[in-house]
């Protein structure tokens, strides 16, 4: 099956690894779901999240490498899991 995320996690060294590079497809809409929950990079700073800053902005980039790895733009998860709330694009 590939890697399950929570057993890459614990690795400690949040890099992406041969192991976690295959991820079925269940996994990755649960992936993308959590996603969608997760503050964005620009919003994690030592006000809100105290100590705690730098390991979950290293948690949040860790899941966005994992996304585009699987050639997702995490900047567009939102929209793929919500498209109702999301808005209407541009372009």
Request: charged share 20%.
């Amino acid at each position: 099956m590939g890697c399950v995320l929570a057993d890459s996690w614990l690795c400690k060294s949040f890099t992406l690894t041969s192991a976690c590079l295959m991820i079925d497809d269940d996994t990755l809409t649960a992936l993308k779901t959590a996603f969608t929950f997760m503050p964005q990079p620009v919003e994690v700073n030592r006000y809100d999240y105290g100590d705690d800053a730098e390991r979950v902005l290293a948690q949040v980039n860790f899941v966005r490498e994992v996304l585009a790895h699987h050639g997702i733009d995490p900047e567009e998860v939102a929209g793929d899991i919500n498209p109702e709330s999301s808005p209407n694009s541009c372009y």
